[in-house]
């Protein structure tokens, strides 16, 4: 069971692929690929999902999101021994990885707060109120040198500000991607919030995607990028920023 659409596990449709590790060559994951049908269920079923999860008062997202938090913590020794055997990376870094997802918690509830959440300002003729509303359904597409940090950067403030996101691993590690999806489903998220799609790139539906968040550079982002709605956004990380901003 590969693929996690609408609160449940299933089998992708499409081809089957498995991932080995880089160092001895032993198969750490194995599965199959969504297919176009599925992808479409999975930003069907966020769409849905949308409306009551914006709707929650922001403390009851928060408690989730830092449920989460805690998870990662219980499990920071498996998840950087997995985060390592997909991608070969020394133990310490894949530690600090996870470390860095971990605290993403902290400052996105901190920096809601700071950018968000409602503004009151008296005027002479009488007050103005400015409140901001979540984008809808986001697709957030993982690389494969950062598997759990860089998607995790977009995946945490955008279900803390009220959206709902289908997410794609890197192909090369889908093993990293389902363990923390698994977290997120222990951490009580309702089904059809957040969705876990596998296989190589699938184009996002103009009709419902409101944004496509990805950690690739900008050459390899531009396809699944260049399919967002026109009347969504789109966000890439630009390898000319020294400091890797997104």
Known sequence: MSLWINGEWRPGRGPGFSKQDPVNLKVVWQGEAADAGQVAEAVAAARQAFP?????????????????????????????????????????????????????????????????GEQHSDLPDGAATLRHRPHGVLAVFGPYNFPGHLPNGHIVPALLAGNTVVFKPSELTPCSGEAVVKLWQQAGLPAGVLNLVQGGRKPARRSAV???????????????????????????????????RQ
């Open 52 to 116: 009551a999860w914006a709707r929650l008062p922001f403390a009851a997202r928060q408690a989730i999101v830092e449920k989460f938090a805690a998870l990662l913590e219980a499990s920071k020794a498996e998840l950087t021994a997995m985060i390592g055997a997909e991608t070969g990376k020394p133990r310490w870094e894949a530690a600090g990885e996870v470390t860095a997802m971990i605290n993403k918690v902290a400052i996105s509830v901190k920096a809601y707060h700071v950018r968000t």
């Open 210 to 244: 409101r944004r496509i968040s990805t950690g690739c550079c900008l050459p390899a982002a531009q396809p699944p990028v260049s399919s967002a709605s026109p009347a969504g956004r789109a966000a890439a990380e630009d390898p000319r920023a020294g400091d890797g």
